[in-house]
């Protein structure tokens, strides 16, 4: 199991970056996916989750300026994030369930949710 995020680097605020995740799993499309980040001194959050079937989640600090999305032909998930403030700055990492129908029930923003993690990519907003 291997996830590769890609895309991260500084931008000023009100800027856009979009971040691209390559899944190697067997089964991706069975996977619920998710995006989080981590700033320094401060905890992993969820800051967007994608289930099999498409449906998203986000929490109200980034809904409306970022979007998620999988191809499931290419195994990889997205990120476009609009409007960015430099309290988005942090590491982004991109997680995933296992395969199961149990372990994908909707589109989580909790990361014990998740099984398998990317090494991360940072993002930086100056103003």
């Known amino acids: 199991v291997q996830l590769v995020e890609s895309g991260g680097g500084s931008v000023q605020s009100g800027g856009s970056l979009r971040l691209s995740c390559a899944a190697s799993?067997?089964?991706?499309?069975?996977?619920?996916m998710g995006w989080f980040r981590q700033a320094p001194g401060k905890e992993r959050e969820g800051v967007a989750g994608?289930?099999?079937?498409?449906?998203?989640s986000y929490p109200d600090s980034v809904k409306g300026r970022f979007t998620i999305t999988r191809d499931n032909a290419k195994n990889t998930l997205l990120l476009q994030m609009d409007s960015l403030k430099p309290e988005d700055t942090a590491m982004y990492y991109c997680?995933?369930?296992?395969?199961?129908?149990?372990?994908?029930?909707?589109?989580?923003?909790?990361?014990?949710?998740?099984?398998?993690w990317g090494q991360g990519t940072q993002v930086t907003v100056f103003s």
């Open positions: 997680a995933a369930t296992r395969r199961g129908p149990e372990d994908c029930r909707g589109p989580s923003l909790r990361s014990g949710s998740y099984n398998y």
């Open positions: 799993l067997v089964s991706y499309s069975s996977r619920c």
């Open positions: 994608i289930d099999r079937d498409g449906t998203t």
